[in-house]
T-cell receptor, first 115, second 116 residues
Framework: EDQVTQSPEALRLQEGESSSLNCSYTVSGLRGLFWYRQDPGKGPEFLFTLYSAGEEKEKERLKATLTKKESFLHITAPKPEDSATYLCAVQAYGVSGGGADGLTFGKGTHLIIQP | GAGVSQSPRYKVAKRGQDVALRCDPISGHVSLFWYQQALGQGPEFLTYFQNEAQLDKSGLPSDRFFAERPEGSVSTLKIQRTQQEDSAVYLC??????????????FGPGTRLTVL
């Protein structure tokens, strides 16, 4: 069974204080790892897709990295508008090698950036 | 362009009532997904459509849950004889690519269902 564990559950930072969020995963075979941002009362908003160990992607103050067992979302000099819940999800190969299209999500990290 | 839309945004049902939740995907997207998100949890996969074909319904929690996408566009998630444990946000997502694609899944705003 595919599993995704995110840590910490919650994180409070001062504006400008950089940090990292962790996503550990266990899958039979990884097709892709996705990061989403979710604001209260809204649906998840896509940030990044990573496909293989060693891959990195950046967008503004966010940088996502991937190893064979985990992914990190690094937040550099965050601003209050970066406050949100960050969700990690995996898309795995099916047991028979076919595509498993539904994403398996972690519980998310609730990030608060204080001015 | 228009994103994924869902209606109603909020639904209150009495225990035992039937409800129908609607999803309008991004135009041209082949794949459509339904997820259930309980308070404080990540979304959990319910079912997947490729055009009008329901290819995976392994996440539907019971036979009270039924989904359809008859013309390969709009989808409806129906819950019969609602129970309190069905209270959650129901999210719809659409994706351009076919089965097995790792294209981005774009989510709608969700329908918050409260069962009294």
């Amino acid at each position: 069974e595919d599993q995704v564990t995110q840590s910490p559950e919650a994180l409070r930072l001062q504006e400008g204080e950089s940090s990292s969020l962790n996503c550990s995963y266990t899958v039979s075979g990884l097709r892709g790892l996705f990061w989403y941002r979710q604001d209260p009362g809204k649906g998840p908003e896509f940030l990044f897709t990573l496909y293989s160990a060693g891959e990195e992607k950046e967008k503004e103050r966010l940088k996502a990295t991937l190893t064979k067992k985990e992914s990190f979302l690094h937040i550099t000099a965050p601003k209050p508008e970066d406050s949100a819940t960050y969700l990690c999800a995996v898309q795995a190969y099916g047991v028979s090698g076919g595509g498993a299209d539904g994403l398996t999500f972690g519980k998310g990290t609730h990030l608060i950036i204080q001015p | 362009g228009a994103g994924v839309s869902q209606s109603p945004r909020y639904k209150v049902a009495k225990r035992g009532q039937d409800v129908a939740l609607r999803c309008d995907p991004i135009s041209g997207h082949v794949s459509l997904f339904w997820y259930q998100q309980a308070l404080g949890q990540g979304p959990e996969f319910l079912t997947y459509f490729q055009n009008e074909a329901q290819l995976d319904k392994s996440g539907l929690p019971s036979d009270r849950f039924f989904a359809e996408r008859p013309e390969g566009s709009v989808s409806t998630l129906k819950i019969q004889r609602t129970q309190q444990e069905d209270s959650a946000v129901y999210l719809c997502a659409s994706r351009l690519g076919w089965a097995g694609s790792t294209d981005t899944q774009y989510f709608g705003p969700g329908t918050r269902l409260t069962v009294l």
